[in-house]
């Protein structure tokens, strides 16, 4: 039984139809958007590749890099993590029992701000290298604002700070909804893990009794942190035109002086 040439051919082409469709079909995939971590917890950044039946685990590698950087790196069916960067050393792990089903997600530990970035996953078979890039966004929630009175010279000042990533939204309303944030300095500093610290300072002069609203949003967790502050300044003398001073301070200012004095003797 002969096979015509005509039958042939037809195998010949949907031979090479398969094979051209198969190497269309290999690709890594990754999600599309943008994914979220919040710092100090772990996070898993989904890669994935297709796998026909004799897929052989000792034949590939797969590389996780952020930009250049080496973050995780596996062959010959083990990690190989010489060239991994020392940041990412023991916080990263594949799925390594689903690899073999086309799993080459990354799981990062402890994740710090410096982690955020453009993670390039890269999966070589012997169809050559495929890499997809997803971005990693990290976040922390503000902690509970804290509070620090001092009275200067017949006003009031308030120090507010909390801290968190990314940069906020700061604003400050009276109780009518007036926005009264540019009668207030707001500076925000980074810490060495990259967390802002937000300080907020409200200085009110003349004897107060007012109520603030402070409204800090962080858009990406979606946190709103909504505080009403009264402020409150005891009664106030003026001394001159223009000048006053509040007694109380004026009283203790005047006993300091006088510790210090007699301590030195
Ligand atoms: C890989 O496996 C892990 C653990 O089962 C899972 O969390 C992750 O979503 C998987 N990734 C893909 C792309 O299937
Ligand atoms: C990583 O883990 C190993 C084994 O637990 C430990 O000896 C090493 O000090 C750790 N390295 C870092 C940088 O944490
Ligand atoms: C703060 O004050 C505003 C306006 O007086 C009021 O509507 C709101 O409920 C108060 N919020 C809190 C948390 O007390
Ligand atoms: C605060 O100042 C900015 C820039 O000077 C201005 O664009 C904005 O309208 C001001 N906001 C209010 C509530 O006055
Ligand atoms: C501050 O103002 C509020 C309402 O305007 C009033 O109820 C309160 O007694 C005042 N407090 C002082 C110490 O003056």
Not at 43 to 69: A, G, M, N, Y
Not at 118 to 127: L, R
Not at 207 to 217: E, G, P, R, S, W
Request: charged content about 20%; hydrophobic content about 35%; aromatic content about 10%.
């Amino acid at each position: 039984m002969a096979m015509n040439w005509k039958s042939c051919l037809t195998f010949v082409v949907s031979f090479l139809l398969f094979k051209v469709s198969h190497f269309a079909e290999f690709a890594t995939t990754v999600p599309s958007e943008t994914q979220l971590a919040i710092q100090g917890q772990n996070t898993v950044l989904d890669c994935s590749f297709p796998v026909d039946k004799q897929w052989d685990r000792t034949c590939c590698q797969i590389e996780w890099k952020l930009d250049k950087e080496v973050v995780h790196s596996f062959y010959y069916g083990q990690d190989h993590l010489n060239d991994q960067s020392s940041r990412y050393v023991n916080r990263t792990s594949l799925y390594h029992s689903d690899i073999e089903k086309g799993n080459a997600s990354l799981r990062l530990e402890h994740t710090t701000v410096g982690d955020e970035g453009n993670y390039i996953c890269t999966v070589h078979t012997e169809m050559g290298p495929k890499r997809k890039s997803v971005y990693l966004k990290l976040a922390a929630f503000y902690s509970e604002p804290r509070l620090k009175f001092s009275t200067s010279a017949c006003g009031v000042e308030l120090l507010l700070t909390t801290k968190g990533y990314p940069r906020p939204s700061v604003q400050w309303l009276t109780v009518s909804g007036e926005d009264v944030t540019n009668d207030t300095v707001t500076h925000l500093s980074q810490d060495a893990q990259g967390l802002y610290t937000v300080s907020s300072t409200v200085t009110l002069q003349g004897a107060v009794n007012k109520t603030l609203m402070f409204v800090l949003k962080n858009k990406d967790l979606g946190q709103e942190i909504r505080r009403n502050i009264t402020l409150l300044s005891g009664n106030c003398v003026e001394v001159s035109p223009g000048v006053c001073q509040e007694i109380w301070w004026l009283v203790i200012t005047i006993l300091a002086v006088m510790l210090k004095y007699c301590s030195c003797i």
